[in-house]
């Protein structure tokens, strides 16, 4: 069980970049996948990317492959989300989540824990 809290969301014009940070606390995260997830308004929760918290690996949702990238630091327990090209349509509401799990999910009921949610806002 963790508690998530998120940060660096913004405005920012299309093309710019924006890095996310997500800083947990709890016990342990040695088993858990994280993720980030999105939600503008009047749509359904999205999944963004994953990693899996102890070793590593990554995997993305189409809409961001290529321009988004998940990482983490261990040591200071944080998950980050780096944007690059932004474009108006990844305007939303960006949500941190962890599973207790080794395996990454795409669907927001198999999280546990959510953080409180980041603007980030894209104009042209």
């Known amino acids: 069980q963790v508690q998530l809290v998120e940060f660096g969301g913004g405005l920012v014009q299309a093309g710019g970049s924006l890095r996310l940070s997500c800083a947990a606390s709890?016990?342990?995260?040695?088993?858990?996948?994280m993720a980030w997830f999105r939600q503008a308004p009047g749509k359904e929760r999205e999944f963004g990317a994953a990693?899996?918290?102890?070793?590593?690996?990554?995997y993305y949702a189409d809409s961001v492959k290529g321009r988004f990238t998940i990482s983490r630091d261990n040591a200071k327990n944080t998950v980050y989300l780096q944007m690059n090209s932004l474009k108006p349509e990844d305007t939303a509401v960006y949500y941190c989540?962890?599973?207790?799990?080794?395996?990454?999910?795409?669907?927001?009921?198999?999280?546990?824990?959510w953080g409180q949610g980041t603007q980030v806002t894209v104009s042209s």
């Open positions: 709890g016990r342990t995260f040695s088993g858990y996948t």
């Open positions: 989540a962890a599973r207790a799990a080794l395996t990454s999910s795409t669907s927001p009921g198999q999280y546990d824990s």
């Open positions: 990693i899996w918290w102890s070793g590593g690996s990554t």
